[in-house]
């Protein structure tokens, strides 16, 4: 817990001590930090040309802002950062139940407690880390919640009548004066507790009860909102949208490397699991391509939004996949596997909102498609492009593959397999081996086998081979020899 001595008021004038506004604050921190090249909003990725000057403008402006975004885009964390643009330590009238400013107090408790004692008055400090409030917004939330309240019980307490503002039991938000006040899902505000803000965002004060109390409480509001829930849920009233002084749209990572940078920061791992599974490359750009697939999918809701949560919760499990397998096996270390993914639909059914034609497909039928499409767009950047109608004088680079499949009656990768007979089998397959060599020479050993079931899956999408899931694992075949045993 930080902590710093207590003094007095006259010992704090004394010091030269100069009183500001929180948006002050902000604004003169954030001017030392542009100044400095200091970077303002740590570990975001991918808002730093767009995002994050937007706001560094709004705090610049003394504005109230509005993050407006999809889920998991980062809008929480952007508020939470803010506090680091705060002054280290403030001084507070000791024992305020709103952190009265001694040079401006405001509560009726303040202001007697300076007439009292003067110069004595005892003053306490509030570090930044203290300045930052929270509030969900659900439909249940009331007036008494965030503004305050009559407390029938301090009135009888005191024996004081309804008439006295020190019967009054303050709200979050006056609890909250001189923070960082964040009300998370804005629109989900019912529209009267809305209104409620109106006086506070504009004027700075609060009224409670029909009180002849003015507070002009000093604060930062920070509001989130998802689009989808103007239509959803609810919406933010036009006056309140009024008040706010910047609306600040945020969005998806919008390359592969950015999303993957994010994953890898925020995945929670075992450092086992990151010594015993060698993770490629490309497994990390397959396992993004996923949430970039679902972004444009036909089967899930584009307003809905895809959070990037789903990929970081699908390197977890997908490295979950490969321990386990690793562990039943017997093998202390292991390569992932392609078809370790299978591991990753739970956390994609999970994390998706799937329109009509998504729920007849099926929430798992619809994860394994997005993998199969990640899969058949990242392809090309590694072979050569299988076009739809190819000419016949032309011979495929794939042509020895497919043919040694077709004179195989099948192949076979089961799921549990000890990684020296994974390997076995993977190097068996003399064609494969000649297009890694050819298409990918300078391919690392450890990364080839999982380029070389890449291949297999690819290949597979371009209808040139077929694949069937087993009960423990997976079977190739060439696509004819498939179609004549079907019949």
């Known amino acids: 817990m930080n902590t710093k001595n207590t003094i007095t008021f006259g010992q704090l004038k004394d010091s030269g001590y100069k009183s500001k506004s929180i948006k002050d604050e902000l604004r003169d921190n954030l001017r030392t930090k542009i100044n400095n090249r200091d970077i303002t909003f740590t570990g975001i990725h991918g808002y730093e040309n767009t995002v994050i000057p937007e706001l560094e403008r709004a705090i610049l402006s003394r504005h109230n802002i509005n993050l407006l975004g999809l889920r998991g885009q980062a809008k929480t964390r952007l508020a939470r950062q803010m506090i680091n643009l705060l002054d280290e330590w403030i001084p507070v009238v000791e024992g305020s139940e709103i952190n009265d400013d001694p040079f401006y107090p405001i509560s009726r408790y303040a202001v007697n407690l300076l007439k009292e004692k003067g110069d004595e008055t005892p003053i306490s400090w509030m570090h930044r880390s203290d300045r930052f409030a929270e509030k969900l917004a659900t439909p249940d939330v009331t007036v008494a919640d965030i503004i305050g309240d009559v407390d029938p019980i301090k009135a ?41 803000l109106f006086n506070i965002l504009q004027e700075g004060d609060i009224q409670i009860r029909g009180f002849k109390l003015r507070l002009p409480l000093d604060m930062q509001f920070v509001f989130t909102a998802n689009p989808e829930d103007y239509t959803n849920r609810g919406s933010i009233v036009t006056p309140l949208k009024d008040r706010i002084g910047s609306q600040i749209l945020t969005h998806y990572p919008e390359t592969i490397e950015i999303a993957k940078t994010i994953t890898q920061q925020e995945a929670q791992l075992d450092s086992r699991q990151s010594n015993l599974i060698h993770v490629p490359d490309l497994a990390k750009d397959i396992l993004e391509q996923i949430s970039f697939e679902a972004r444009d999918s036909e089967f899930i809701d584009s307003k809905s939004g895809v959070s990037a949560r789903m990929s970081i919760t699908a390197y977890e499990n997908l490295l979950s996949t490969a321990e386990y397998r690793a562990l039943r096996s017997g093998d202390d270390q292991t390569l992932l596997r392609l078809s370790d993914f299978m591991g990753v639909v739970p956390s994609i059914t999970g994390k998706v909102e799937l329109v009509y034609e998504g729920e007849q497909e099926g929430a798992a039928s619809v994860a394994h498609t997005l993998i199969s499409d990640s899969i058949k767009t990242l392809f090309p950047e590694y072979f050569p492009k299988i076009e739809k109608l190819e000419k016949e004088s032309e011979k495929s680079p794939y042509q020895e593959l497919i043919d040694w499949f077709f004179e195989e009656s099948g192949f076979e990768l089961l799921d549990e397999i000890p990684e020296a007979e994974y390997k076995e089998k993977l190097d068996g397959i003399k064609p494969l081996n000649d297009l890694i060599k050819k298409y990918q020479e300078d391919i690392e050993e450890n990364d080839s086998y999982f380029m070389k079931e890449f291949l297999l899956w690819g290949l597979v999408e371009h209808k040139k081979l077929s694949k069937y899931r087993l009960s423990e694992g997976f079977r190739f075949k060439d696509l004819y020899g498939s179609y004549i045993s079907d019949l």
Not at 170 to 184: E, K, W, Y
């Open 156 to 196: 009888a307490n005191l024996k004081l009548s309804y008439a006295d503002d020190r019967v009054i039991h303050f709200g979050m938000i006056p609890r909250a004066n001189r923070c960082i006040f964040v009300i998370n899902e804005l629109p989900d505000l019912q529209a009267r507790i809305q209104v409620a």
